[in-house]
């Protein structure tokens, strides 16, 4: 129960904030699931029983599924194309250095200090909490965001900084430059979010519109010149995801019928 509430949870953050990280901004949907990981984590640490502690652990995965769509799109429009793979690989390698990260950390709380499992639950909540102040001081907004937003001014400030942190020494990028670099028609489909968003309808008509904004980009995943590509590409997720979770899901079930002696190593 506890495993699959997270798993549920980090289903229905990555759907909801995919959607509404092209509607505000992949930097606000990012800080939001940093936060909501970080506060659940720590909420867990209080849990009285497995009942409220699941619902936690769903609640913390809303926020670990919040922040893949806008980590990885930040990562992508902010890199380079000479390099964009090689940042996204580092991006996603430090989901395995996390990993590696808990086990050290649970070996030394239980093993040599012996303190419960609820400081646990604080102890891995506090690097999210931490890369939430990283994210809020040091990284910005995508400027391929703010383009479509038609915030170019924002845009070229965020795309010149980028460069000169990254040793560009050509011609900054100007206003006019950024704004034509933008289709019309992109433009034009935002426009039209922003007109139905703002349509007075609150919170129902943001989940509609959600709805349907989901739905009509998923579309375009199945049209006939985009499916071989992506059912491959669905299937292989699948697997992998099967194949690595369903046994991390049972591992302690295993350890046990092994006898395993130290589970952490």
Same mark, same amino acid.
């Given at each position: 129960?506890?495993?699959?509430?997270?798993?549920?949870?980090?289903?229905?953050?990555?759907?909801?904030?995919?959607?509404?990280?092209?509607?505000?901004?992949?930097?606000?949907?990012?800080?939001?699931?940093?936060?909501?990981?970080?506060?659940?984590?720590?909420?867990?640490?209080?849990?009285?029983?497995?009942?409220?502690?699941?619902?936690?652990?769903?609640?913390?995965?809303?926020?670990?599924?919040?922040?893949?769509?806008? +980590?990885?799109?930040?990562?992508? =429009?902010? &890199?380079?194309?000479? @390099? !964009?793979?090689?940042?996204?690989?580092?991006?996603? *390698?430090?989901?395995?250095?996390?990993?590696?990260?808990?086990?050290?950390?649970?070996?030394?709380?239980?093993?040599?200090?012996?303190?419960?499992?609820?400081?646990?639950?604080?102890?891995?909540?506090?690097?999210?909490?931490?890369?939430?102040?990283?994210?809020?001081?040091?990284?910005?907004?995508?400027?391929?965001?703010?383009?479509?937003?038609?915030?170019?001014?924002?845009?070229?400030?965020?795309?010149?900084?980028?460069?000169?942190?990254?040793?560009?020494?050509?011609?900054?990028?100007?206003?006019?430059?950024?704004?034509?670099?933008?289709?019309?028609?992109?433009?034009?489909?935002?426009?039209?979010?922003? +007109?139905?968003?703002?349509?007075? =309808?609150? &919170?129902?008509?943001? @989940? !509609?519109?959600?709805?349907?904004?989901?739905?009509? *980009?998923?579309?375009?995943?199945?049209?006939?010149?985009?499916?071989?590509?992506?059912?491959?590409?669905?299937?292989?997720?699948?697997?992998?995801?099967?194949?690595?979770?369903?046994?991390?899901?049972?591992?302690?079930?295993?350890?046990?019928?092994?006898?395993?002696?130290?589970?952490?190593?």
């Amino acid at each position: 129960l506890l495993a699959a509430a997270v798993f549920f949870g980090m289903l229905l953050g990555g759907l909801i904030v995919g959607t509404m990280g092209d509607w505000v901004g992949r930097r606000p949907m990012l800080l939001l699931g940093l936060g909501c990981n970080a506060v659940a984590g720590v909420l867990s640490s209080l849990a009285p029983d497995v009942w409220s502690l699941s619902l936690l652990r769903c609640i913390a995965g809303i926020g670990i599924g919040a922040t893949v769509p806008p +980590l990885f799109t930040l990562a992508t =429009e902010l &890199a380079p194309p000479s @390099i !964009r793979g090689l940042c996204v690989t580092i991006c996603a *390698s430090f989901w395995m250095v996390g990993s590696v990260y808990v086990a050290l950390v649970a070996m030394w709380m239980f093993q040599y200090v012996g303190l419960s499992w609820r400081m646990f639950s604080v102890a891995c909540a506090l690097p999210c909490a931490f890369g939430g102040i990283l994210v809020y001081w040091f990284v910005p907004e995508s400027p391929r965001f703010l383009g479509l937003e038609q915030r170019s001014m924002e845009a070229t400030e965020v795309t010149n900084f980028v460069a000169k942190k990254m040793g560009y020494v050509g011609s900054p990028l100007t206003v006019d430059e950024l704004a034509n670099s933008f289709p019309s028609t992109a433009i034009q489909d935002m426009e039209t979010r922003q +007109l139905n968003n703002n349509s007075g =309808e609150g &919170a129902l008509g943001w @989940i !509609r519109m959600g709805l349907k904004d989901f739905i009509h *980009s998923t579309s375009k995943l199945y049209t006939a010149d985009m499916v071989r590509t992506t059912w491959p590409l669905q299937m292989a997720w699948f697997a992998l995801s099967f194949g690595s979770y369903g046994l991390v899901t049972w591992i302690n079930t295993i350890f046990v019928e092994v006898q395993l002696e130290n589970v952490y190593t």
